[in-house]
């Protein structure tokens, strides 16, 4: 678990309708940081199907959501659920914020 927050982007450079990635400074794992109407989360941006980069795909700003581009499963950007097949497990959620002019986030698994 990474107890260290990763600088994602300045908070001006995550609008909404955007994302922006990064990668955890400890655990080395990728971070994707969405920003729905204001409201910023953060999954692992690896795909729970097959280990694809999510951020690769494209978000849906309307719906929350974001289509992985190998093989088509939908996931909730705000807990990381997926909302079809091929993916049945979670993508891991990670804790998000703002401070300092910028957008953070962490791995926070054990
Ligand atoms: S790797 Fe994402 S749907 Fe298959």
């Known amino acids: 678990m990474s107890e260290t927050w ?15 990635t990064a990668f955890d400074e400890v655990t080395g794992a990728g971070i994707v940081v969405f920003n729905l109407d204001g409201e910023l989360y953060a999954l692992e941006d690896r795909c729970s199907h097959e280990e694809f980069e999510l951020s ?40 998000v914020k703002t401070e300092h002019g910028g957008v953070w986030s962490r791995d926070d698994r054990d």
């Open 6 to 20: 990763t600088f994602i982007c300045p908070t001006g450079e995550l609008l909404p309708g955007e994302m922006k």
């Open 56 to 95: 690769v795909g494209s978000l849906d700003p309307a719906e929350g959501s974001i289509e992985c581009i190998l093989h088509g499963a939908r996931f909730d950007v705000r807990d990381g659920r997926p909302l079809c097949a091929p993916a049945y497990e979670p993508v891991a959620k990670f804790p």
